[in-house]
T-cell receptor, first 110, second 119 residues
Framework: QKEVEQNSGPLSVPEGAIASLNCTYSDRGSQSFFWYRQYSGKSPELIMSIYSNGDKEDGRFTAQLNKASQYVSLLIRDSQPSDSATYLCAVEDSNYQLIWGAGTKLIIKP | GAGVSQSPSNKVTEKGKDVELRCDPISGHTALYWYRQSLGQGLEFLIY????????KSGLPSDRFSAERTGGSVSTLTIQRTQQEDSAVYLC?????????????????FGPGTRLTVL
């Protein structure tokens, strides 16, 4: 059974701090990894894709991938109240299908 | 360009009625996915299309659920004899679903969803 695990939260972070979201996966053959943001009552929105070990930065967001340890993380710098949402981790398996985590609820406190 | 569209945005039906939900993917996207999301829950995979064929129907919860895709574009998810437990948001996503070199172009882009309420 291929699995993607995330802490359900809620993760509460003060405004302006760094929010760190983590995800582990079971399929060693996975090559592509995605972070989605889902606001309450809305559909998931792709915010980051990462394919190689290391860090990938896009504005205030940094995705980190460590294939040896089978984890991927998302850092949000200078957290804003508008970042409050559920963050979904998705991992592509060897059949090119996305396996989804259950999501981490992030709350940014003003 | 236009994103994924779904219709209707909301559907209220009576138990036992049939419903059809429609998804229009991003132009050129060959793969189309249906998910279901109950309140406060994660995504539940239902079915996946590559072109017009459905290699993976493993997520369909019962034989009351069926889906088709015609012309490699629009897809319809049909739920027959709806039950109250079918109430959820039904999400459609599409992707290019191809690989080039070390990466795949499999980012899925979601439509706004159809909120189904079965009374």
């Amino acid at each position: 059974q291929k699995e993607v695990e995330q802490n359900s939260g809620p993760l509460s972070v003060p405004e302006g701090a760094i929010a760190s979201l983590n995800c582990t996966y079971s399929d060693r053959g996975s090559q592509s990894f995605f972070w989605y943001r889902q606001y309450s009552g809305k559909s998931p929105e792709l915010i980051m894709s990462i394919y190689s070990n290391g860090d990938k930065e896009d504005g205030r967001f940094t995705a980190q991938l460590n294939k040896a340890s089978q984890y991927v993380s998302l850092l949000i710098r200078d957290s804003q109240p508008s970042d409050s949402a559920t963050y979904l981790c998705a991992v592509e398996d060897s059949n090119y299908q996305l396996i989804w985590g259950a999501g981490t609820k992030l709350i940014i406190k003003p | 360009g236009a994103g994924v569209s779904q219709s209707p945005s909301n559907k209220v039906t009576e138990k036992g009625k049939d419903v059809e939900l429609r998804c229009d993917p991003i132009s050129g996207h060959t793969a189309l996915y249906w998910y279901r999301q109950s309140l406060g829950q994660g995504l539940e995979f239902l079915i996946y299309f590559q072109g017009n064929s459905a290699p993976d129907k493993s997520g369909l919860p019962s034989d009351r659920f069926s889906a088709e895709r015609t012309g490699g574009s629009v897809s319809t998810l049909t739920i027959q004899r709806t039950q109250q437990e079918d109430s959820a948001v039904y999400l459609c996503a599409s992707s290019l679903a191809r690989a080039s070199g070390f990466r795949s172009y499999n980012e899925q882009f979601f439509g706004p969803g159809t909120r189904l309420t079965v009374l």
